[in-house]
């Protein structure tokens, strides 16, 4: 008890408080710009911190984490732009919220959703970090491709409205995930001894190019057909006002549920916000009384996925800090900086520093009551972007999309990917199969793929690993139960309006 005392009064000083804000704001703006992850947002502010004794520098990268994973909302909503992967299921119900004027109450939504979202997840950390990072422990090859298949079983919540077009863009993106080097047996696919196809396509210039030029594309025939209004009549529409906070009480069950599926997959080693995000959307599609609502602009489709994907950064931290073992790609960024900073993490820390731990997880609430408090009023600032003239949005939305794409690698081949996938993606839209669903397939594709790989390596090419590992089964038989739910609840439905 004394810990967490020490811990509340060392965080609570002004120049932590300090930090926190600038953390916080300074991962929304890297978040809202597309290709600048969380990860790299980090990076940038690392050096900043070799001056700071370390739970401040901890604090103040924890805050960033939390505000870029908060900011990839904006562009998400905005330009159909994913700003960070976490934000993928995001452009489903956000964006065409921006596209019935409704702009300022999805932004709302989602960082109303990420606070609620992180302040769950740290609370629970904190109760239960050493409880939890034993069941992480649990997760090896089986437990992997399992969770993996039940990410894939979203299609039939987020993939077109003819399920056979949604799975075949599952497949294409979980074939492009195929490109390259083997990380198994080391042999190249599909490289076509092409220099640069060798370390494969990188599903973030896909996913602008698919989501953001393809819907630019759009928008210039639709024009051209004379089907879209004036510019001044389009920013007219759009509100700004924000939802209150009690009408978003009313879907508190999505929010529970949600924080509790980014919580539990963010514990998980490496599984991520992103998967997290689209398992909660799925499942507030599923528990919804008008699941045909989502992708039209639903209130729950934008809560769902932004809950959850901040609720995930809390439980990265778990094996993180108690395992050593990173929770996420940008988790695994904050323990460098733990190591720059002469602290060991591993099941010690909790009994050698349990200070540092303690302040972690209050930064992390503390950064998510300042989403809350403070970041309502700067989205809604964001969202003025669209007042822009249509002409001058969309060549901003192609120049960030270039921008970000070769911020990635520095490399003029994932440009020519973005613009490849652009006209892809177009044609998806144009001929109603699902841009979502094949970058749910292209996210998912290599883990899936690796681990069902490794277990039947280590089985000796025996499935029956899957099925003698309890984990494994009861996650396979999620996600059966998931991808056949669709086709169930359609047959019983036909069956009792018949009868």
């Given amino acids: ?11 609570a000083q002004p120049f932590q408080l300090v930090l926190v804000v600038i953390g916080c704001a300074f991962g929304m703006v890297c978040g809202a710009l597309p290709g600048l992850s969380a990860s790299m947002a980090i990076i940038l502010a690392l050096p900043f911190t070799y001056e700071m004794e370390p739970v401040a520098s901890i604090v103040l990268l924890v805050s960033i984490y939390v505000g870029a994973a908060c900011g990839g909302s904006i562009a ?76 894939l079983s979203c299609i039939t919540s987020i993939g077109s409205k003819d399920q056979m077009k949604a799975v075949f863009s599952t497949l294409l993106g979980v074939l492009i995930s195929t490109i390259g080097i083997d990380s198994v047996s080391g042999v190249t696919r599909f490289a076509f001894r092409q220099p640069f196809l060798m370390n494969g396509i990188n599903y973030i210039p896909v996913m602008i190019g698919a989501f953001a030029v393809a819907e630019v594309y759009k928008t210039v025939q639709a024009k051209a057909e004379k089907k879209a209004g004036d510019t001044g009549v389009i920013a007219e529409r759009i509100s700004f006002a924000a939802v209150k906070f009690m ?46 609502e989502f992708g039209k602009g639903c209130d729950e489709g934008v809560l769902a996925p932004e809950t ?15 395992l050593g073992i990173p929770g996420s790609p940008t988790a695994s960024i904050i323990m460098a900086a733990f190591t720059l900073h002469g602290v060991r993490t591993g099941p010690l820390l909790l009994k050698d520093q349990p200070t540092m731990l303690y302040c972690i997880f209050l930064g992390i609430v503390l950064a998510s009551l300042l989403l809350f408090l403070v970041g309502r009023l700067v989205t809604r600032q964001f969202a003025h972007i669209l007042k822009l003239p249509q002409p001058f949005l969309q060549t ?37 199969f699902s841009n979502s669903a094949m970058i749910l397939g292209l996210i998912l594709g290599q883990l899936a793929e690796n681990n069902l790989r490794k277990q039947l390596i280590i089985s000796n090419g025996s499935l029956i690993g899957f099925v003698t590992r309890p984990l494994a089964l009861v996650c396979l038989l999620v996600a059966v139960y998931l991808f056949l739910s669709p086709t169930l609840k359609k047959r019983f439905g036909k069956k009792n309006a018949q009868a």
């Fill in 308 to 322: 959850s994907n901040n609720a995930a950064i809390g439980g990265s931290m778990v094996p993180t800090m108690i």
């Fill in 1 to 11: 008890m004394s810990a967490v005392w020490e811990s509340i009064t060392y965080v």
């Fill in 396 to 432: 901003l939305v192609i120049m960030l999309g270039v921008v970000g794409a070769f911020a990635l690698h520095n490399s003029y081949y994932d440009i020519v990917a973005m613009f490849v996938f652009s006209i892809i993606g177009y044609f998806f839209d144009r001929f109603k």
């Fill in 76 to 151: 998400a909503i905005l330009m159909k732009t994913p700003g960070t992967p976490e934000a993928v299921a995001t452009t489903f119900d956000g964006y065409p919220m921006r596209e019935k004027g409704l702009a300022g109450r999805a932004l709302s939504l989602a960082v109303t959703g990420s606070s609620m979202g992180g302040i769950f997840s740290a609370l629970v950390m904190v109760v239960a970090a050493p409880l939890l990072a034993q069941v992480a422990l649990k997760f090896q090859s089986a437990e992997y491709f399992a969770l993996s298949l039940i990410g």
């Fill in 247 to 292: 009408e978003v009480l009313k879907y508190w069950r999505t929010i529970t549920r949600s924080a509790i599926i980014g919580t539990v997959i963010g514990i998980v080693p490496a599984a991520g916000g992103s998967i997290a995000a689209l398992i909660a959307y799925g499942q507030a599609v599923r528990a919804s009384k008008t699941p045909n």
